[in-house]
Each structure stands twice: as C-alpha cells, then as structure tokens.
C-alpha cells in the first residue's frame, strides 16, 4: 500500500555553500590563485577533492556526450558511486541541472536538493553522494568527466523513487 | 662561443598518431564508446593516462585562466614535470598551440615540434615530455588542468634556448 504523493523540486543557484554536503564546486570565482606562466595564466589549484584510490582505482579523464532533457523532468531514478567521487565539468559555457541526495542510504524525497550552475560551473560528487544522472539544457554539450577506473568494477548503485512522484521544475528565470 | 641561428617551427594539425610520442590527446572523434543514462549521454572513457602517484602524489583538478599569445612567437623556454603527466582541456571550443619534444634530455630546437587544436580537443603531456607553457590564441580561455598535487613539490624543470632563436608561426590558414 504505497502512497503516490507528489513533489516539486526547484532548482536554487549552484553555491560552494549550499553544495557543500555533497561535493565540491568547480569554479574560479572568488577563489585564491597565482600568476604563472610568465603572466600569460592564472592557477586556480586544486578545485576538487578527486577521491578515486580506493580498493586499486586510478583516475579517469573521460568525456560524456549529453543529450538535453525536457523540463519539467520526472525523477525517477538517483545513482552513486559507493567507492569514487565524479566530476562534471561542461566543454561549453553552459549552464546544466543537478539534483543531489546526501550520502548514505537513498535519501528521501523530500530530502534531495536541485541546483542549477552558471554556465562555468562544474560539479564534483562525494564519494557515495547521490546524484541524478547528467541533466543538460537545451542543446548537446560535452562534459569532461574524471572518475575511478578499476578492473572489476562494482562502484555504482542506483535508487528508483517507485512509490512517489518527484518532478523537477526549470530554474526561476 | 655559441651560434645564433633561427628556426621556425609551423604547426602541424593534432592527431593522436603524430601527438603519441608526447602523450594522449583527448578527443572523442573515432573513439570508442558507449550508451548510458538511458540514453541522454554517451561515454567515451579513459582517454588519457593520468600518471600522478609516484612519491605519494595525488590527482589535483585545476582551472589554469590562459591570456592569448601574439604570432609569430619566440620560443625561449621549455618546461617539464619529471614526476607527473599533466592534461589540458579547453573549457570552450577553442583552437590552441602546443609545443612538444620527447621526455629525456632537453631537446635540440630542430627536435621540437607544434601542433594546433581543432577546438574541441585537449592534451595530456605524458611524464617527463617538454612542452611549452599555454599557448591561447585570440581570446582569454580557460583550461582544466589535471596534475599532480604533493607535499614538497619539486616536479618542475625548466630549459631556456639561449643560444638559438625558435620562432613559433601561425598555423597555415
């Protein structure tokens, strides 16, 4: 006897604050950095905690192809890597969606969070933090991709919100 | 008693084939891959090999913000991390210049050898490989750059061409 109830999820404006159960930010701004390169280039150092050595991983640059989605979006489905972070970084200036739970057993519905980036942003996921697959808006974009690569690999769960309904909304405008 | 003599180098299109003495190119054209979130996002995984644990390093994430360079330009100073490799990614589509020689012994400046981006691909210098700093070209662009973190840094090593001038050409149009 499961109740159908609905919820609705807003995406708020990506912030290392807001984000900071669940990963870290990927950005420039307001971060600290140092002049290299003979004052042809900026460093910013350091922008994720890459957390991908357990049981004999390495890291893997990778990149996804992303198809847009539709909004409003159903929910349906969250994943996480028990044993890796993931980063996101978009190829383009471009703004996408993300919809986290914290780490540890599948959060509740009403517990999930939604963000929408900059359109500089990228993501990293903690290890363990549940987070909906890739949510592109409105045209293809590229994502460069770094993660754990292990032979025999068993570092992905996924979590399907059967018995409720979530739907993600567009950003306010 | 050193000879001043000149040297242009003109660079050459990138492809993995001509780049694989230096390391990967990350790109996803003729790359394997393979469908996942249902469909909304192809994977192209492991292009480049990430080579950053010896003496107790880590993989460090960073977002190197690259002023352009003016053509034609002097080639002065090559660099290397003999610990580590190190990858760029351009964060927009964008066209840049790298400038190579093979791990080892400081190369001669006729052993040198550029290349161009076609916008969309990226670079990992293998462990050791001579390269020169960020070339952007046009505008101000960022990169992600994957490398190595580690107490004690010391995986930096530099080699001036003092005694030859290296001239750095615009690709043919």
Redesign the interface.
Known sequence: MTTLSGLRLRPMPLTRTAFAPFGDV???EDRP?RT?????????????R?D??EQGG??????????P?RLPLRIELMERHPLSSQ?F?????FPFLVVVGRAGEAPRADALRAFVTNG?Q?V?YARGTWHH??I?LGEPC?F???DR?APGDDNEEFHRYDDQEIVLDAPRA
């Open positions: 990927i950005e420039t950095h290299i390169n003979d004052g042809y280039a900026e460093r910013y150092s350091d922008l994720a890459i991908v050595d390495r890291p893997l640059v990778n990149i996804f192809a992303a198809k989605r980063a970084v978009p190829l383009s200036r500089r990228g990293n697959p890739l592109a590229d460069l991709v770094v690569g």
